[in-house]
């Protein structure tokens, strides 16, 4: 439980990054239509994954592999926001 907590930490760090960039976005430089639907939607996606990996702590693996997920959709945001900002 304590990895876990680390790692969705680290996530939420990461995450704050790329969500004060995409405010930063928003209010002076929003860039192409289809960036802030699509960067918001995958947002969504992450914390939804990272949520379910709480929520299924009782099974071996599913935590982990939500977290992962959770890391992936974060780190392809963070792609996003930084080519296309």
Do not use: K, Y
Request: with cysteine; hydrophobic share 60%; charged share 5%.
């Amino acid at each position: 439980m304590l990895g876990m907590s680390a790692w969705a930490a680290l996530l939420v760090l990461v995450g704050a990054v790329v969500a004060v960039r995409v405010f930063l976005a928003i209010v002076f430089e929003p860039g192409p239509d289809w960036l802030m639907p699509t960067v918001m939607s995958v947002g969504i996606a992450g914390t939804v994954c990272g949520g379910l990996a709480f929520a299924t702590v009782h099974h071996r693996w599913l935590p982990w592999e939500l977290l992962g997920t959770a890391s992936l959709l974060l780190g392809g945001n963070l792609l996003l926001v930084i080519t296309q900002l």
